[in-house]
Nanobody
Framework: QVQLVESGGGLVQAGGSLRLSCTAS????????MGWYRQAPGKQRELVAT???????NYADSVKGRFTISRDNAKNTVYLQMNSLKPEDTAVYYC???????????????WGQGTQVTVSS
């Protein structure tokens, strides 16, 4: 009974900032990986940023230098700080986690419901 809940989306002007958060709750043994993806209308879902349990990070080229992913292990939460936002960043942003549930060693993938980010020009 694992759930990912996202928050922080909204409407912002170009050049502004938003901070997204995603908290995992439920019967979790460990979280191996968390990341953010986004999907704009008419486009496929794409990777934005990921962070491993050892805090290794990766970013899409389009957001490097503008977005920062971080995590708080004690809170099972991942954040995405988005600065210098562009209209091209407009999308639904989805949180993803690869985690092991209590009771077995199988890694499962979970997705949040998504949060809308709209950047106006």
């Amino acid at each position: 009974q694992v759930q990912l809940v996202e928050s922080g989306g909204g409407l912002v002007q170009a050049g502004g900032s938003l901070r997204l958060s995603c908290t995992a709750s439920g019967s979790i043994f460990s979280i191996n990986f968390m990341g953010w993806y986004r999907q704009a209308p008419g486009k496929q879902r794409e990777l934005v940023a990921t962070i491993t349990s050892s805090d290794s990070t990766n970013y899409a080229d389009s957001v490097k230098g503008r977005f920062t992913i971080s995590r708080d292990n004690a809170k099972n939460t991942v954040y995405l700080q988005m600065n210098s936002l562009k209209p091209e960043d407009t999308a639904v942003y989805y949180c993803n986690a690869h985690l092991s549930r209590a009771g077995d060693g199988i890694v499962y993938s979970y997705w949040g419901q998504g949060t809308q980010v709209t950047v106006s020009s």
